[in-house]
C-alpha cells in the first residue's frame, strides 16, 4: 500500500469512496433518498472542485493498492485559531477496514501539520451515529471538545462530536 497526494484525476474515485462510506455509516442518519439516488451526483462536483481548484491550506492523501483506493483524508491546515488543522474527511473502503490505513492516513495528516504548525493540534467531527468512528478516534487519544450540528447535504440537521488533539504529534508513532 502506498500513499500519495490525490490529483483532479482521482476526484470520482474519492466521491465513490466517500458516498459507499456513507452508505455503510450513514443509512438512518441521511435520508435513503439523498444517499442512493443524490450522493454520488452531489459527492462527485464537490471532490472535482476540491482538487481542481484547492484552497491553499487543503491536503488530501489516499491510500492505494496498485491502482485501487483504499482509503483517503482531506486535511485543511490551521483551518481554526482554538482548534487548528481540521480533518475533513477520512474514509477507508470497507474491506479494509481494519488493516490500519485510517491510523496511516491520519498520521500523514499529523505529519504534515506538525512540519507546517508545529504548536498547532488537530480536530475533526464525528457524527453522533457514527459509534465505530468514535470508537476509532478515542483509540487514538481523541478527546470530546463539544459538538457541533451539521446541516447534511440532504437537509438533514445531525449533531456531531468535536474530537481534538491537542497536539498533531499525538497521531505520529
Not at 3 to 28: C, E, K, M, P
Not at 37 to 45: K, M, P, T
Not at 59 to 72: N, P
Request: proline letters at 1%; one cysteine or more; hydrophobic letters at 40%.
Amino acid at each position: 500500500m502506498q500513499i500519495r497526494f490525490a490529483t483532479a484525476n482521482d476526484a470520482d474515485a474519492i466521491a465513490r469512496l466517500h458516498v459507499q462510506s456513507w452508505q455503510q455509516t450513514y443509512r438512518g442518519t441521511l435520508s435513503d433518498h439523498y444517499l442512493d439516488e443524490l450522493a454520488l451526483a452531489e459527492r462527485s462536483q464537490i471532490w472535482q472542485r476540491r482538487l481542481s481548484a484547492p484552497a491553499a491550506n487543503q491536503r488530501v492523501w489516499l491510500a492505494c493498492d496498485d491502482k485501487l483506493l483504499l482509503g483517503f483524508c482531506c486535511l485543511y491546515l490551521a483551518q481554526d485559531a482554538q482548534w487548528g488543522s481540521y480533518l475533513d474527511n477520512l474514509h477507508v473502503a470497507a474491506n479494509a477496514q481494519g488493516l490500519g490505513i485510517g491510523t496511516r492516513l491520519m498520521a500523514t495528516a499529523a505529519v504534515c501539520v506538525q512540519a507546517e504548525y508545529i504548536k498547532q493540534g488537530l480536530y475533526l467531527y464525528c457524527n453522533q451515529s457514527n459509534t465505530s468512528g468514535q470508537y476509532f478516534y478515542r483509540q487514538r487519544g481523541g478527546q470530546v471538545c463539544g459538538s457541533e450540528i451539521w446541516h447534511a447535504p440532504d437537509g438533514s440537521a445531525v449533531k456531531a462530536w468535536r474530537y481534538v488533539w491537542a497536539s498533531a504529534a499525538e497521531l505520529i508513532k
